[in-house]
């Protein structure tokens, strides 16, 4: 997916949802699309991909500040198939339904939701309850959708008003769906840094690897008029990445000192002003990769994923 004319502001340009709901207990919803009584969900019934499994699930009776959201279309990440496969790091619920990140339109509100209406066009936060970016206590930990909560691969899901956000005109729910994890946090990345500067025009950004979070981050680089340098172990990759507007390119196992030629590739060989890494520990417990993408100036968010200046 191509960010928009308007950059990468624009392209994130959802509704802002700074109050907070109270959660109570069930009432009387007051609008309704019709939706039936029951729907079909996966769950997560073991582990292992076979034990992906269809099953007819009640609709939930909402709560006064819940909306029901008929799903129409879920994106997949690298994190989805550890939960699949019991890999994930943290605790699943049993049976969980699976996927963070989905798109849907509104088929009916709680009594009390003012916020929308039926027939919008909504995406899913990927903690229920994390609304800023400071705000990240153990209990929002759990809210974490398709795996301490249930997630988005369903029908239908209810979500709390304040969890969702709207969809821009220019974008389709499958292209919406994609927004949650990997955009998010590729736009974080770049979006704060050194000095709390977010990345401008002119800058050059060195992005490893071409997973979901480093696509996203490249496209948003592109956005924003920044200079940009991709590593992957591909060839057939870095074609890609080229065509999605990657300046250079740079296969990291055939070129170990990759370090040095990014340094080369930028302005008089200044270096890089920022390293979106992915990689994380992997560079730690490889100290030749790391003196690579050395010297550091400032680590930054998320774990494995880390932003750091080089000067
Ligand atoms: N997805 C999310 O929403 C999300 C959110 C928060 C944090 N994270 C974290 O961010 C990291 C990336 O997530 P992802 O979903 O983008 O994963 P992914 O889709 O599996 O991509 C990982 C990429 O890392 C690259 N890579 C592996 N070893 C490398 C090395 N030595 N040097 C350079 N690149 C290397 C690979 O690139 P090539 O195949 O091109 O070689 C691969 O495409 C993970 O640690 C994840 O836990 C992800």
Known sequence: MHAGRGGFEEYLAVRNLSSHSTLSTTTPTTTTMSPPSSFKQYEVQ????????VVDAPLPAL???????????VSLQ???????SGGYRTPVLPNIVPCSDGAGQVVSLGAEVKRWKVGDRVVSNFFLDHLDAEGMTPEIAQTALGGAAHGVLAEYRAFPAHSLLEIPAHLSYEEASTLPCAALTAYTALSSGPHGHPLKAGDTVLIQGTGGVSIFALQFAVASGAST???????????LAAKLGARHVVNYNTTPEWGKEARAMTPGGRGVDRVVDVVGNEMIEHPSSAHESMPCRRTGTSVKLRVHSLS
């Open 46 to 53: 073991g582990a292992g991909i076979e034990s992906l499994t």
């Open 63 to 73: 709560k006064a500040n819940e909306v029901l959201v008929k799903i129409k279309a």
């Open 229 to 239: 340098i991709v590593l992957s172990s591909s060839d057939e990759k870095l074609a």
């Open 78 to 84: 690298y994190r989805d198939l550890m939960v699949v």
